[in-house]
Structure formats: structure tokens, C-alpha cells
């Protein structure tokens, strides 16, 4: 088993700033471009300081960094740290793909051909009768 690099420490904080749908909506909103505190505050019943810790989490993540411009903080988003966690989830991806197609494999091999099914009731299915019929009516 090798050990974990030294961005693990960068991946963990991704993953748990990821984990908030309010901070994957601010990074969703910051790939249309830079915003600040209020722009990014606007489409959530919460306050500014709320959003400016969600922010802050971001920026720990080192999803975003923060500028300030005369008396406003504009946010833009850093897409590496999400191309290493992308590259991370790609190779359990690779991994349950490859778990998937052995199934599928092994499903196959006990699966009957559909030609192979009986065109003719069995005892375990019987032909309705119409008196069988007459009697479900009831």
C-alpha cells in the first residue's frame, strides 16, 4: 500500500468544503467570474458574515482566494485543487468500472439466453382456464 502524498492534507480540507451544498453553490457561481461578499450573498437566506465563513472555508481549502478592492472583497475561484481531487475520485472511478464489467461478466455466465425460456406454461405457471378465469372474477 503506498502512502498518501503530501497534498492529502489539502485533499481532506476539498473534500469537507465540498461536503456543504452553499459552498459547492458559491464555487458553481464563482465559474461564471470574480464576485463579492454581497453578489455571492444575494441567491441565500443568510447573512453576509454567514456567507464570509463559507468563504473563509473555501479559501482554507484553497478553492478561492479573496481581494480586496476599495471596500469590497471579491472572491475568485482556483480550479487546481479541484483537478487533484477530480484525479483522486478518477481512479476509484477506474476501480468500481472495472468491479462493475467483472459482474456483468459473471451475470452473464448464469443468466439463460432469452430463446432458451419455455414457450409453454409450466406446472409453476399454469394456463388460465376459463374456468379458472370465471373463478378469479369473483
Sequence with gaps: ????????????????ALADPTRRAILHRLTLGDASVRELTEPFAMSQPAVSKHLKVLENAGLITRTQVATS???????????????????????????????????????PATDAAP???????PRLTDENKERSDD
Excluded at 502524498?5 to 489539502?10: I, K, L, P, R, T
Design 1 to 16: 500500500m503506498s502512502t498518501p502524498d503530501v497534498s492529502s492534507d489539502q485533499l481532506t480540507d476539498v473534500f469537507a
Design 73 to 111: 472583497r471579491f472572491s475568485h475561484l482556483e480550479a487546481e485543487p479541484l483537478k487533484e481531487a477530480t484525479e483522486y475520485m478518477e481512479k476509484y472511478r477506474r476501480f468500481w468500472n472495472r468491479s462493475f464489467d467483472k459482474l456483468d461478466e459473471a451475470l452473464a455466465s448464469f443468466t
Design 119 to 125: 414457450k409453454t406454461p409450466t406446472p409453476e405457471s
